[in-house]
């Protein structure tokens, strides 16, 4: 009886295993069914959509818009992934003068195909039409990075960031066109004032030398250089830029002014030497130059030349009273102190300098009678602060 109850006990095992072995299958007969419908779905669909698609085309070029309007729009109900037929749909709406829907079509296009440049162009155009220009600059960049050999997508995208203050990636711009040689008309200029603008030196001075090459007598050239220079610490170099337009009469007095007060403060007695020299060119009748190129002279020891820069000054004004003092002081070195009197006392008519021509004149004729001693030592007593005072006098009016 043990024996029966058991093999009834396995059958019934075998029974629920087949039971089981069997739904299985059925369901995985059911998962199969449902995939392959699933595929077959899509392929339906999307042969549908170029059923329907191939309809819209045919309806559009008989030139029955009522029926294409209906088939595009069918064959994008039917399957929406298909970016051709968007595009062609967007050109249909755009010639039918619905700028909205055709603009969403060509969206749409992007969305599924980011690369696709014909629908770039249109919404470029369509944002330029309607002044959003960000968007614009959007397409332009899509069209820039797909065709970047065409440079005049790179000078849109450059007139747009001008447009929009966007400088920095306008100057980039600008730096695209340069590496490519592709700058034109007055590209350069306005790169090399743009990077003056926004300090880029560099950026500057490889505009600068690029428009100089181009046009060799370039005024706006030799502007942005000279400034570039100067900010960059290369003085030298602005100052032949400035020394070559002075022989076409044209002298940038400004950087001039800023090279000179570099060099003062550098104490380059040489460099500010040929910095006056070539402001008296321009100025000739300046005896305050004359004077101050006089002074760098005797302390170079070259007396000669600066008997010279004297000599010119004197025959400007007789009576200036800081030539007349140097001149006085070079005789006085010669041992002529008749003559050098003679030169303090005409320096005794500058108002300004004739409190040092006089203690000149009581150095080698001291006052006899009191009351000239007491003066003489009334100015011993205040000089010493007013020397300085007045011995800067020149280096104001030069730097004028």
Known sequence: MNIIFFSKK??????????????????????????????????????????????????????????????????IAFNDSVYQVHYSYADFLNKQGLKDEARREYRYVLALNPDHFNSAVMLAHFYTETAHYDSALTMYEIMHRLKPEKTELLISIISLNEYLKRPQKALD???????????KDDMPLKAGKLAVSLKDWPRAIEFGNYLLKQVPDSKEAAAILTNAYI???????????????????????????????????????????????LKLQAVKNDTGIHGELAEICLRAGENTKAQEYISCGLDIDPEDGKLNILRG???????????????????????????????????????KSEEEKAEMEFFKRGKTQNRSVDKNKNSQDTGR
């Not at 711009?173 to 700058?183: F, I, K, N, R």
């Open 10 to 75: 396995i059958s019934l095992r075998i029974a629920l295993t087949l039971l089981t072995i069997s739904i299985l299958a059925a369901h995985a007969g059911i998962s199969s069914a449902a995939t392959d419908d699933t595929a077959n779905s899509h392929a339906d669909s999307l042969m549908l959509a170029k059923k329907y698609f191939s309809f819209a085309v045919q309806f559009k070029d008989i030139g029955n818009v009522e029926e294409a309007h209906r088939n595009y729009d069918r064959s």
């Open 173 to 183: 711009g600008y730096e695209s066109l340069l590496q490519q040689d592709a700058l």
């Open 231 to 277: 900010a960059t610490g290369e003085e030298h170099k602005a100052f032949d830029i400035i020394a070559e337009r002075a022989q076409q009469d044209e002298i940038d007095f400004d950087c001039l002014a800023a090279i000179e007060k570099k060099a003062r403060d550098n104490n380059d007695n040489a460099f500010l030497r040929d910095i006056l020299d």
């Open 329 to 367: 002081n070079i005789l006085e070195n010669e041992g002529k102190e008749d003559e050098a009197i003679k030169a303090y006392t005409v320096a005794l008519k500058d108002k300004d300098w004739q409190d040092d021509a006089q203690q000149f004149i009581w150095r080698l004729r001291p006052p």
